[in-house]
């Protein structure tokens, strides 16, 4: 896993495996290998992976997941502070660059 | 449009649709490096729609991409060989998973280029291969509910899509990960170098014009002499926050990337110190000290932008005690740097 691991217990993905039917969606779009099926639920192996990239929430036909998605990014931290918005990259506004 | 990356039309049943070259030009390996150091990257944009690649048919696949050039130039050319259609999303030129993050690459638009290029009638089957990454803006389920088309999420690197191809469109584990290798990085510190540009003259200038001043006065040989040293630390503060921590991340310890920039900061400052270059005076090198970890920090700080696992949580939860650090180690820093200017301790 490359070694890169980054803050432990912060992550806020949450896990219904009550509504979970399997499907497979959770484990196909994470970047980070964060799901595994076992028993014919989707299981969260390693929740310290997540980067809260949201594919997960958005993929689940069975709304089985949530999280609270967003830039990981600290640059689009103070970008939101500054406007009072959500934290956002500045990758459309007007000379400015981004990821 | 009379793009250098196009070949040829071919005809279809909804009028003729432009066919890509596969191979990237000279021109084009000259701007992905012009791109890589902020050259022009906000205005590096595909027109949106529908290309042809080789001379694909009805029955040909469909792959998804977004308008960043340069992910279509990776993209084009991962498809080398192939008979396949490339749908293109407006994504305002940023690339697949930024654009999913905010919002351009998503299901609304991914619907509106569906139906707006008639993708039904060019052709016979109804799946369209997504990038993994666009999973953050697009939802399957969503898709199939809204147009005739369900989506495959292919893998996250255009590089696997033949393999992701050849395997029945299944993606090993490798292909859905995301890695962030020491290449992949350093790829990347150009980038993070050229952000800070326009700071990059101004405090400089600072330092240089207010080196001047001591106890006398003012002496623009001091300006000259100190504030070359001054830009010098400042420059290395710079090197290691942008370019040095992001290229030896996983290797330097602590996980808080303010703790990283803070140490590799420190560790130049003190070689610098050692060979007695960091400042004339113990009041000079405290304020070198200060001064360059609270830069360095700040600056590596912004690589969890760049990088591909932090979470927005975990950077907040860094960022209120990063912050304050960093604010008050330069507050500190530029108070006794420029004490240091009038006494002699």
Not at chain 2, 2 to 27: C, D, F, K, M
Not at chain 2, 139 to 156: C, L, M, Q, W
Request: proline share 4%.
């Amino acid at each position: 896993m490359n070694g890169l691991v980054y803050l432990k217990n912060v992550v806020t993905l949450e896990l219904d495996q009550e509504k979970c039917n399997g499907c497979r969606m959770c484990i196909i779009v994470c970047p980070h290998a964060v799901f595994a099926i076992e028993n014919k639920k989707a299981v969260i192996l390693n929740k310290d992976l997540c980067m809260e990239c949201g594919a997960c929430e958005k993929n689940c036909p069975e709304n089985a997941i949530s999280v609270r998605s967003g830039v990981g990014c600290a640059a689009g931290i103070i970008n939101g502070i500054l406007r009072g918005t959500e934290p956002t990259c500045d990758c459309s506004g007007p000379g400015s660059s981004c990821c | 449009m009379n793009a250098h990356y196009l070949t040829g039309q071919v005809n279809t049943i909804v009028g003729t649709i432009p066919q890509i070259s596969t191979v990237w030009s000279r021109q084009d390996l000259w701007n992905t490096i012009k791109v890589r150091w902020s050259v022009g990257r906000m205005d590096y944009k595909v027109e949106p729609g529908i290309y042809a690649v080789g001379n694909p048919g009805e029955s040909s696949l469909v792959f998804v991409t977004a308008n960043f050039k340069l992910t279509f130039d990776h993209v084009r050319r991962a498809l080398g060989g192939m008979d396949a259609w490339l749908l293109v999303l407006d994504t305002k030129g940023i690339n697949v998973w930024c654009a999913a993050g905010k919002g351009t690459f998503s299901t609304k638009e991914l619907v509106r280029q569906i139906n707006l290029v008639g993708l039904e009638k060019i052709v016979n089957h109804h799946k369209v291969i997504v990038p993994q990454l666009g999973a953050v803006g697009v939802s399957a389920h969503e898709i199939r509910k809204n147009t005739d088309f369900s989506v495959i999420y292919g893998p996250v690197r255009a590089e696997d899509i033949r393999d992701f191809v050849e395997a029945g469109m299944k993606a090993t584990k490798e292909m859905r990960a995301v890695k962030f290798s020491t290449w992949d990085r350093l790829k990347l510190i150009p980038v993070e170098m050229a952000n800070g540009r326009k700071y990059l003259l101004l405090i400089p200038a600072i330092f240089l014009i207010l080196s001047g001043l001591n106890p006398k006065g003012y002496s623009i040989d001091m300006a000259y002499h100190d504030g070359l040293r001054s830009v010098f630390n400042l420059l290395i503060a710079y090197v290691t926050g942008c370019g040095i921590t992001p290229a030896l991340l996983p290797w330097i310890p602590f996980r808080r990337f303010a703790l990283k920039g803070l140490l590799t900061g420190w560790l130049a400052a003190f070689i610098l110190a050692y060979f007695h270059f960091l400042g004339k005076t113990n009041f000079e090198i405290i304020s070198w000290f200060l001064m360059i970890g609270s830069l360095s920090s700040f600056l590596a700080m912004t690589f969890t932008g760049t990088s591909t696992f932090t979470s927005l949580s975990g950077v907040q939860k860094e960022m209120k005690t990063a912050v304050p650090m960093q604010i008050g180690m330069a507050g500190l820093g530029v108070i006794a740097w420029i004490v240091s200017k009038f006494i002699t301790l």
